[in-house]
T-cell receptor, first 114, second 112 residues
Framework: QKEVEQDPGPLSVPEGAIVSLNCTYS??????FMWYRQYSRKGPELLMY????GNKEDGRFTAQVDKSSKYISLFIRDSQPSDSATYLC??????????????FGRGTQLTVWP | NAGVTQTPKFQVLKTGQSMTLQCAQD?????MSWYRQDPGMGLRLIHY???????DQGEVPNGYNVSRSTTEDFPLRLLSAAPSQTSVYFC???????????FGPGTRLTVT
């Protein structure tokens, strides 16, 4: 079983829709969670990061962590065509430690059509 | 602040040739890493470094070499290129291991 599972999609939604992107994980030690956005032929760009459980909001983006279910989500409100990209989740167990490797999901491809 | 820079952007090699992919960061980050990204495979860690003079292997290290003589630079060497090394290569850095990483723009490598 992979450490981090992410549905590759593709996911196609109309402009203005609420998008939900999800990852599940198996390692209960994970406590730092990140979301990256990757446009075609570009490097991944850090969108948000959260620590432990709960929600974090940044503009139209909300990151949610449910450690009891080992499940994280990224919600995009009022989606725009410019949100069309691949979204990757990433997580780590420890910071500043040799055990602190980042584990990435394979990414979900999102298209928002006008 | 340029962040993480990579050169070249594109490269075509013949089987057996060697080359070095360059990576530099200006954020004074301790941790630097190299990934390759292939369709359907996601990001796979090749090598990483937790500080100048310290490197270690990731998931897919065979055929690649790294060194870290300064905090800023982390070059990746392909010793004898093979078609299986055709991929997009990303360099990333973070404050320390386990922290959020910042990626460069990538190098698209084709080995014929």
């Amino acid at each position: 079983q992979k450490e981090v599972e992410q549905d590759p999609g593709p996911l196609s939604v109309p402009e203005g829709a609420i998008v939900s992107l999800n990852c599940t994980y198996s390692n209960s030690a994970f406590q730092y969670f990140m979301w990256y956005r990757q446009y075609s032929r570009k490097g991944p760009e850090l969108l948000m990061y959260t620590y432990s459980s709960g929600n974090k909001e940044d503009g139209r983006f909300t990151a949610q962590v449910d450690k009891s279910s080992k499940y994280i989500s990224l919600f995009i409100r009022d989606s725009q065509p410019s949100d069309s990209a691949t979204y990757l989740c990433a997580m780590s167990a420890y910071r500043g430690s040799t055990l602190g490797r980042l584990y990435f999901g394979r990414g979900t491809q999102l298209t928002v059509w006008p | 602040n340029a962040g993480v820079t990579q050169t070249p952007k594109f490269q075509v090699l013949k089987t057996g040739q060697s080359m070095t992919l360059q990576c530099a960061q200006d954020m004074n980050h301790e941790y630097m890493s190299w990934y390759r990204q292939d369709p359907g495979m996601g990001l796979r860690l090749i090598h990483y470094s937790v500080g100048a003079g310290i490197t270690d292997q990731g998931e897919v290290p065979n055929g690649y070499n790294v060194s870290r003589s300064t905090t800023e630079d982390f070059p990746l060497r392909l010793l004898s290129a093979a078609p299986s090394q055709t991929s997009v290569y990303f360099c990333a850095s973070s404050y320390r291991q386990g922290y959020e990483q910042y990626f460069g723009p990538g190098t698209r490598l084709t080995v014929t």
